[in-house]
């Protein structure tokens, strides 16, 4: 049986350019509140923008040592990643995300080393600096080390499967999703009159619903007919900028995480 959810999220930070990190969000049901109840591989979660708005794209956090900081971004969150960036919530298998380390005695730049490569490694990140990538599961200590390589401080980063992936009703500003699994679909979306581009938005998450972090995690496939807006045409995060398909019919999203069963196939239908 599958049951329809409404996620809430806590208050965010007000601060433009910095976030502490959250104590994680929460999702109930008309049962109340629990995990998920749904078949493996189903996304049906119908998460709402409010709560999200006055975010930031990083966020800071201090090693257990308390000698080093280190600044998680570039997760592959929503919306350029507004709500931040809470390594805590766990990084999904296939995830990256950016983190920068710096002494907090000094604040020179710290490298970074993960004690588990099989769960989790380093590389240099495509946008500058360095970026953890989640190898399997389980969770790995992510060292900042000086210049001889010895450790100053860490941070325990734990990596998780997709269980599921989310719809994000943010969406529906530019029509009407329905949550009505069929065959191998699992929900709808018809296009408001008038609308010509449009931009879908999903959320991965745990077993226990809660967010992962991690951009280049999925793969998408679109039907024939149905594209991507100019420049868009490879998403790094759920964010999915589409163009309104030229000609009256229903076209697909279907949205695949790389590891673990989250799956989504958006039925698109155009009057």
């Known amino acids: 049986m599958n049951r329809r959810a409404q996620q809430h999220h806590p208050n965010v ?20 509140r629990s995990p998920f109840a749904i078949r493996r591989g189903l996304a049906c979660l119908v998460l709402g923008l409010a709560g999200l708005l006055g975010g930031c794209g990083s966020t800071d956090f201090t090693g257990e040592k308390g000698l080093a900081t280190f600044t998680a971004s570039n997760c592959g969150g929503l919306l350029s990643d507004i709500g931040g960036c809470d390594l805590k919530k766990g990084v ?19 490298g970074l080393r993960s004690d588990i490569p099989s769960i989790l490694t380093v590389q240099q990140s495509d946008r500058g600096g360095s970026a953890i990538v989640g190898q399997g599961t389980g969770t790995a200590y992510l060292s900042a080390v000086d210049g001889n390589a010895q450790e100053v401080d860490r941070l325990a980063v734990k990596v998780v499967e997709i269980a ?23 929900g709808t979306f018809d296009i408001n009159d008038g609308v ?16 992962l972090l991690g951009r280049d995690s999925f793969t998408a496939e679109l039907s024939p007919g149905l594209a991507y807006q100019a420049g868009r045409e490879q998403p790094r995060s759920l964010q999915f900028e589409l163009v309104r398909p030229s000609m009256a019919g229903n076209y ?13 196939k958006l039925q698109i239908n155009v009057k």
């Open 164 to 186: 599921q992936l989310v719809y994000n009703t943010a969406s529906t500003g530019f029509g009407t999703f329905r949550l009505q699994p069929v065959g191998d679909v699992d």
């Open 13 to 32: 930070p007000k601060q433009p350019t910095r976030c502490e990190p959250s104590s994680g969000v929460g999702w109930r049901t008309r049962w109340g």
């Open 252 to 264: 697909f999203l279907t949205v695949r995480a790389k590891s673990g069963p989250g799956r989504f």
């Open 92 to 110: 999904a298998v296939g995830g990256v995300v950016d983190v920068a380390a710096k002494s907090q005695k000094s604040g020179l730049a710290l």
């Open 196 to 211: 010509s581009s449009f931009t879908l938005l999903f959320l991965q998450v745990d077993a226990g619903g809660m967010p």
